[in-house]
């Protein structure tokens, strides 16, 4: 396949095709074309933005050059990236350079894109599955019947009229269309709900109480076919968690009940795992001390203290999951690849959950001090063959 064409913004919400320059990427810190072989059409279910306050980066072909690009038809343009789903791996960031003045820019994960005969490819490799876009007509018939019948039964639970009011595929809330069609798995945080896209209530944030929580947990847990229920666990609240555990399971024994934590506090990690849980999920962005440090240590969060809870719950009958924010630069460098090898190594973790990081890559390149590392990155395609080739009996989930 051709290396598709660079894609920019007018700021507007108008995408630009630039038929004289290709897509790149970002390798680490600097602009590289992507291989082909590592692109695919762009996945549904994900979304394109603009970054304004930078300037898009194209790669001119005939000169084996990358190329800053501003302007276009005497207009200013943006760099476009695409905000993938978690079904997704990100390969490479889109490239681009930032101005002095720029504003932050929100939490998502900003990955390369393109456009080749009226379609668009991102880099990024499909690592698991997610059926939440994929509704067939009957289907969409019973999850807004069960909707409407769901709200009448719960009233006054804030999360139950919220979800009711954001299943569908387009809100992107596989957690709210799962519930609605009594299925599977849903996550419940324990801090504010936020809707991924613009459903009724995107400006009327929901607080869920820890009665709400029980409440819809056991009904999810009791009713639902093949039913999980996942409390998203903050490090404010991974104190509370366990008495919300305990009195979801004194209401039902059905289901599987997973918590996914910080995991700042290991006295809660031990009493939440001591009620029975079937998972755990420690989450974190690396392995090595000061590149968590440099992120979290404005939350009081402790290395050390995420370790032990580690060592905690892996002791426990609950299967162990990494939840592990990948950020191609620091993934895939040698130093952050043997530090992840040894804790599979030492641990009793069952499984590794790679997510890509949502956040300003500038910023965190800068607040981890990222430019520091050797410029010894060997890929995140090459990363997770390596993973799987070191660790063969090991899930990636």
């Not at 519930?179 to 801090?191: A, T």
């Not at 029980?214 to 404010?236: K, M, N």
Request: charged share 20%; with cysteine; glycine share 6%.
């Amino acid at each position: 396949m051709d290396l598709p064409n660079l894609l920019v913004s007018d700021g507007r919400g108008n995408f630009i095709e630039i038929p004289d320059l290709r897509m790149s990427g970002m390798g680490f810190i600097r602009p590289l074309a992507p291989d082909s072989d590592n692109l695919i059409p762009m996945p549904d279910r994900t979304q394109l933005v603009d970054l304004l306050g930078r300037n898009a980066i194209g790669y001119d072909q005939s000169l084996n050059n990358f190329v800053p690009f501003r302007e276009y038809g005497g207009k200013r343009v943006y760099p476009v990236a695409c905000v993938l789903n978690s079904s997704h791996l990100q390969l490479m960031r889109t490239a681009f350079s930032t101005n002095l003045d720029a504003p932050r820019l929100a939490e998502y994960n900003y990955t390369a894109v393109g456009v080749l005969n009226g379609q668009h490819y991102v880099a990024a490799l499909p690592i698991r599955d997610n059926t939440a876009g994929n509704l067939a007509s009957t289907l969409f018939d019973r999850a807004e019947k069960n909707a409407g019948e769901l709200s009448k039964a719960f009233p006054d639970n804030q999360i139950v009229n919220y979800w009711a009011k954001n299943w569908k595929p387009e809100f992107r809330s596989t957690s709210a269309l799962n519930f609605v069609l009594k299925r599977g798995r849903i996550v419940l945080p324990l801090n504010v709900l936020k809707s991924n896209s613009g459903g009724d209530d995107t400006r009327k944030p929901v607080q869920p109480s820890a009665a709400e929580l029980v409440e819809i947990a056991i009904a999810h847990l009791e009713h639902a076919e093949s039913p999980e229920v996942c409390f998203a666990v903050d490090v404010r609240n991974e104190t509370t968690i366990a008495d919300i555990v305990a009195q979801v399971r004194r209401g039902t024994k059905s289901g599987n009940i997973e918590i996914s934590a910080f995991g700042n506090n290991p006295s809660a990690i031990r009493s939440v795992c001591d009620l029975g849980i079937d998972r755990i999920v420690i989450r974190l962005n690396s392995l090595q001390e000061e590149y968590f440090q440099k992120l979290h240590q404005p939350n009081n969060m402790l290395f050390k203290n995420v370790m032990e809870s580690i060592e905690t719950a892996g002791q426990s009958p609950a299967e162990l999951v990494l939840h592990y924010d990948v950020f191609p630069g620091l993934t895939d460098h040698p130093e952050e690849i043997h530090a992840l090898s040894h804790a599979l190594r030492t641990q009793q973790i069952a499984a590794l959950r790679p997510v890509n990081l949502n956040i300003d890559p500038d910023w965190y390149v800068d607040e981890l001090r990222l430019f520091n590392l050797s410029r010894e990155q060997i890929g995140m395609t090459a990363w997770l063959d390596e993973i799987r080739s070191r660790f063969q009996n090991f899930s990636i989930i």
